[in-house]
């Protein structure tokens, strides 16, 4: 008989196949789009393998569309991606102490693991959220980028099926119960929120959400008070 910290919680297995269902959606929606605009479908498989981050991805995958170079292509992922430096941080002592532990599991860090992760009571819980979440959405967000780009042009515009709304809309309903449960976080939320909004109209597509992390500033505040 299985005792309850060796079985996940329902109600994780629950979110994260959730999330699951939705980055799979956004990931044959990225794979369609980058061979529809005529990349070779190793492009963006072998981009989902080594960067797997999804906003990069669409970026930089876009600047290739509009006729930019690699060079540009990879830094602009690199500037999306810098959020992660601070999730890395948030997450680190609940990845594991082994090297392939840490290897493995920086690779998995994304908004969603991070989330999912610090939502969690305990240390065992919040490791146990992480692999399970960073490994589903792995291979769940590969497995839909293949089957995207395999289709290639035989999905046709995938912007009219609203496939960029499945993700934030699930993430939206993960992140409510804490926004309902803490002041601080909500007060953190609503300046990052602000910020993103201001912002959107000038700034490329991704630094938005790197620039709401200013949200922190107000929690780190009333920590330190």
């Known amino acids: 008989m299985r005792?309850?910290?060796?079985?996940?919680?329902?109600?994780?297995?629950?979110d994260v196949s959730l999330v699951c269902l939705a980055g799979g959606v956004v990931g044959v929606s990225f794979g369609a789009i980058a061979v529809a605009g005529g990349l070779p479908v190793w492009v963006p498989v072998v981009m989902s393998l080594l960067v797997y981050a999804?906003?990069?991805?669409?970026s930089?995958?876009?600047?290739?569309?509009?006729?930019?170079?690699?060079?540009?292509?990879?830094?602009?992922?690199?500037?999306?991606?810098?959020?992660?430096?601070?999730?890395s941080l948030?997450?680190?002592?609940?990845?594991?102490?082994g090297r392939l532990a840490r290897f493995v599991g920086a690779h998995l860090v994304t908004d969603e693991t991070v989330a999912f992760t610090l939502a969690q009571t305990d240390p065992l819980r919040r490791r146990r959220a992480f692999w399970i979440s960073?490994?589903?959405?792995?291979?769940?967000?590969?497995?839909?980028?293949?089957?995207?780009?395999?289709?290639?042009?035989?999905?046709?515009?995938?912007?009219?099926y609203g496939l960029d709304a499945a993700f934030p809309a699930v993430l939206v309903a993960l992140v409510l119960p804490a926004l309902r449960d803490d002041s601080a976080v909500r007060r953190s939320a609503v300046l990052g929120a602000c910020v993103a909004l201001a912002l959107a109209p000038v700034t490329p597509a991704g630094v938005p959400v790197l620039l709401a992390l200013a949200g922190l500033l107000a929690h780190g505040r009333r920590r330190s008070a």
Do not use: C, M
């Open 90 to 97: 948030a997450v680190a002592e609940h990845i594991g102490r």
């Open 3 to 14: 005792t309850a910290q060796r079985t996940p919680d329902s109600d994780l297995v629950r």
């Open 134 to 160: 960073g490994l589903g959405l792995f291979a769940v967000w590969n497995i839909g980028v293949l089957a995207g780009a395999l289709a290639g042009d035989a999905l046709g515009d995938t912007a009219r």
């Open 60 to 87: 930089a995958v876009g600047v290739l569309l509009a006729g930019g170079g690699p060079f540009a292509a990879a830094a602009t992922g690199l500037v999306l991606n810098t959020r992660t430096v601070a999730f």
């Open 54 to 58: 999804g906003s990069a991805q669409f």
